[in-house]
């Protein structure tokens, strides 16, 4: 107990308290700050990842365009319903959605 007491009256166990406590709770980059931070860097690295596949899969689709007449055909008449000179294109529509059941 008497040993408690002395390390409770040290000005360096004091000031070595006070600080870790301070950088733990009240400093601009405590503990909670440094979770957060983690976590959005983890989100922000999933996003890239992310935004780094479409792109790779934009770019692919793009040199497809590119070199091959008839993807991009296909491309433009689903798209953009692009037809032909001597061709009629019918859009249907279901308006109510078909039933899965028996009845």
């Known amino acids: 107990m008497k040993r408690l007491i002395d390390l409770l009256k040290n ?10 406590i301070w950088m733990l709770f009240f400093d601009r980059n405590d503990v909670i700050s440094q979770y957060d931070y983690r976590n959005q860097v983890k989100k922000l690295e999933q996003e890239r990842d992310f935004y780094t596949k479409e792109i790779a899969d934009v770019q692919k ?7 091959n007449k008839d993807k991009l055909e296909k491309f433009a008449r689903e798209r953009y319903l692009m037809k032909r000179d001597n061709e009629d294109v019918f859009v249907i529509i279901d308006e109510k959605p078909a039933k899965k059941g028996l009845f």
């Open 61 to 67: 689709d793009l040199d497809e365009l590119t070199t």
């Open 11 to 20: 000005k360096y166990f004091l000031a070595s308290l006070a600080f870790v």
